[in-house]
C-alpha cells in the first residue's frame, strides 16, 4: 500500500464549480494517491445503495462514459480495481448488479467484484474502492465495536497499490464511541480525516440521488502512510 499512500501535490482548497463527474475522473487521472469520497447520508446499514450508485459512476467516469466525457486513459481503465465492504450484502448487491448489468454498463462493470474484508485477505488491485455503507447512527453506536475494528480497516487499507478510494458517510467519519477501547481503534478513520478532510484538496461537489457528495485527495508528508 505504500503506492497508494504516497505523497500527493496540491493544498486545501474548494472547488466549487467543479462537477462531480470531473471530481472522479481526477482520482483515475492520478497516478496513484488516497481519495476520500464523503456523502451526508444518514439513514444505512449493513447496505447502501448511495454508495453503489456511487461505486457504478466512479467506473462509469473510469471508462469516460458518463456526461460525455472522453475518457481517461488506457492504463487507468485497464488496471485491476477491487471493492471492499465491511457487509457481505453489501457485496452481494453489487455482484448483482453487475450481473444484472448490459450495455455499456456491462462493460464498465465487467470483472470487479466486491468482497468482504476477510474475502480479499492475501489479494491485492491496483485500485481499490472501499465501501464502509453505513451511515445510521443508531447501527454505528449498537455495532461500534465492529466498525471500530482497526485490523479490519487496515486489512481492507493496505490491499491497494496505487489507488484508495474510501466511501464514507460524515456520520462515520465523525463517529465517538463510547467504549475507550473502540475510540482509540478508529485512528485510523480519524488519520483519513486529517490526510483528505482537513488537509486535503477538494476536488469538487455534488449530489448523487439527491444527497450531497464531496471529493478529497489526500495531503500526505513525505514518509506518511495511512496504514
Same mark, same amino acid.
Given at each position: 500500500?505504500?503506492?497508494?499512500?504516497?505523497?500527493?501535490?496540491?493544498?486545501? #482548497?474548494?472547488?466549487?464549480?467543479?462537477?462531480?463527474?470531473?471530481?472522479?475522473?481526477? /482520482?483515475?487521472?492520478?497516478?496513484?494517491?488516497?481519495? @476520500?469520497?464523503?456523502?451526508?447520508?444518514?439513514?444505512?446499514?449493513?447496505?447502501?445503495?448511495?454508495?453503489?450508485?456511487?461505486?457504478?459512476?466512479? @467506473?462509469?467516469?473510469? !471508462?469516460?462514459?458518463?456526461?460525455?466525457?472522453? #475518457?481517461?486513459?488506457?492504463?487507468?481503465?485497464?488496471?485491476?480495481?477491487?471493492?471492499?465492504?465491511? !457487509?457481505?450484502?453489501?457485496? $452481494?448487491?453489487?455482484?448483482?448488479? /453487475?450481473?444484472? $448489468?448490459?450495455?455499456?454498463?456491462?462493460?464498465?462493470?465487467?470483472? /470487479?467484484?466486491?468482497?468482504?474484508?476477510?474475502? &480479499?485477505?492475501?489479494?491485492? $488491485?491496483?485500485?481499490?474502492?472501499?465501501?464502509?455503507? /453505513?451511515?445510521?447512527?443508531?447501527?454505528?453506536?449498537?455495532?461500534?465495536?465492529? &466498525?471500530?475494528?482497526? !485490523?479490519?480497516?487496515?486489512?481492507?487499507?493496505?490491499?491497494?497499490?496505487?489507488?484508495?478510494?474510501?466511501?464514507?458517510?460524515?456520520?462515520?467519519?465523525?463517529?465517538?464511541?463510547?467504549?475507550?477501547?473502540? &475510540?482509540?481503534?478508529?485512528? =485510523?478513520?480519524?488519520? =483519513?480525516?486529517?490526510?483528505?478532510?482537513?488537509?486535503?484538496?477538494?476536488?469538487?461537489?455534488?449530489?448523487? #440521488? #439527491?444527497?450531497?457528495?464531496?471529493?478529497?485527495?489526500?495531503?500526505?508528508?513525505?514518509?506518511?502512510?495511512?496504514?
Amino acid at each position: 500500500a505504500a503506492a497508494a499512500a504516497a505523497a500527493v501535490g496540491g493544498s486545501r #482548497g474548494s472547488a466549487p464549480g467543479v462537477l462531480l463527474g470531473e471530481a472522479f475522473r481526477a /482520482v483515475w487521472r492520478a497516478p496513484e494517491g488516497l481519495f @476520500l469520497v464523503l456523502h451526508n447520508s444518514t439513514q444505512d446499514g449493513k447496505r447502501s445503495p448511495l454508495e453503489l450508485r456511487i461505486i457504478e459512476r466512479l @467506473l462509469a467516469e473510469r !471508462h469516460g462514459v458518463a456526461d460525455g466525457g472522453a #475518457g481517461v486513459g488506457v492504463g487507468a481503465s485497464t488496471e485491476s480495481v477491487g471493492i471492499i465492504s465491511p !457487509h457481505k450484502l453489501q457485496c $452481494a448487491d453489487w455482484q448483482g448488479m /453487475v450481473a444484472g $448489468a448490459k450495455g455499456v454498463e456491462a462493460a464498465f462493470m465487467k470483472g /470487479v467484484e466486491a468482497r468482504t474484508v476477510d474475502g &480479499y485477505q492475501g489479494q491485492q $488491485a491496483a485500485s481499490i474502492i472501499f465501501s464502509s455503507t /453505513v451511515s445510521d447512527l443508531a447501527t454505528l453506536s449498537a455495532n461500534e465495536a465492529f &466498525y471500530s475494528s482497526a !485490523h479490519r480497516v487496515t486489512v481492507a487499507f493496505s490491499r491497494a497499490v496505487k489507488r484508495l478510494v474510501v466511501i464514507c458517510s460524515k456520520q462515520l467519519l465523525d463517529f465517538l464511541p463510547v467504549r475507550a477501547e473502540a &475510540y482509540d481503534s478508529m485512528l =485510523l478513520w480519524r488519520k =483519513l480525516r486529517a490526510m483528505c478532510k482537513d488537509a486535503g484538496l477538494l476536488l469538487g461537489t455534488g449530489t448523487v #440521488g #439527491g444527497v450531497d457528495v464531496s471529493v478529497f485527495q489526500g495531503r500526505l508528508g513525505e514518509g506518511d502512510v495511512i496504514v
